[in-house]
């Protein structure tokens, strides 16, 4: 019996890699992704306008969305906003569920003794991202939202997350961020960051409110690598109410976040014969 033919294998030397298509999902993420730069929400038809696509496309995944937690519906306005349950899944999946949990009672205990709101930051992808915050006990106090994200050139706590993470980190996020920026305002930023490095923490004037001034220090994991960025908007007041000068706040907000790293288990050259020291 002659011998059967095998049909050729197809030519994969030139293939590049197989591009797999999930309609559906790739629907709930531009859903998701929408309506996370919407704070104020959108109704089902502004969601599919912007997304060039049909509301009879898109009603489903909503709806479904909706049911599983991850958008909440306004009943007066019929707009749609993302919750806080993919920051909640984030933190159970990352080493940010442990940074929360471990910074949460210091935290509490600085804004008490500070008089001032406080939050954390951490690096997410090219950007911060506030991922825990107390506010302040006192009658007025001031505020950012969780799960905001900010610039990291041009932030406080960004500077000192820029400072005092590893360098080729560093250089790789601001080519990405700063492309546009000349070599004199890049030359000022490094200038900037190791003064910051060297001071070991960052205390400016708000770039957004009049009559704040943000400090900021850093947090160290176990390995000495920043992990995250506390910091206090220090509001001025101008009253009889109770309250704390701004360097005070400083101290206990040094004093806090080497509490938080040591709890993380990173100690001071001081403190043990051999430690590992923050990455710069």
Not at 20 to 32: G, R, W
Not at 256 to 263: D, G, H
């Amino acid at each position: 019996m002659p011998p059967i033919s095998q049909p050729p294998k197809p030519d994969t030397k030139d293939a590049g890699p197989r591009v797999y298509s999930a309609p559906a999902l790739e629907k709930a993420i531009d859903i998701v992704e929408l309506l996370a730069r919407e704070p104020s929400g959108l109704t089902v038809t502004d969601i599919a306008n912007r997304l060039s696509r049909s509301i009879s496309e898109l009603f489903r995944v909503i709806v479904v969305l909706d049911r599983r937690g991850w958008l909440h519906k306004d009943p007066a306005s019929d707009r749609y906003r993302v919750t806080y349950k993919l920051l909640e899944t984030a933190h159970r999946a990352t080493p940010a569920q442990e940074l929360t949990h471990v910074a949460a009672p210091l935290m509490h205990a600085l804004s008490a003794a500070a008089m001032q709101s406080c939050h954390l930051v951490v690096v997410s992808g090219t950007r911060g991202l506030i991922v825990l915050r107390q506010e302040s006990p006192g009658p007025t106090g001031f505020a950012v939202r969780l799960g905001t994200s900010i610039a990291l050139a041009t932030n406080c706590s960004g500077h000192v997350l820029l400072a005092f993470m590893r360098e080729d980190t560093r250089t790789t996020i601001l080519d990405e961020t700063m492309d546009d920026a000349t070599d004199e305002t890049r030359r000022d930023l490094d200038a900037h960051l190791a003064a910051i490095r060297e001071r070991g923490h960052e205390w400016s004037q708000s770039n957004r409110m009049a009559g704040v001034s943000d400090m900021s220090c850093p947090i160290f994991g176990y390995d000495g690598r920043v992990v995250a960025a506390l910091t206090i908007p220090f509001l001025e007041v101008i009253d009889e109410t109770p309250h704390i000068a701004a360097g005070e706040a400083l101290v206990v907000l040094k004093r806090t976040a080497m509490q938080i790293s040591q709890a993380l288990g990173w100690y001071e050259p001081s403190d043990a014969a051999w430690v590992p020291r923050p990455v710069v």
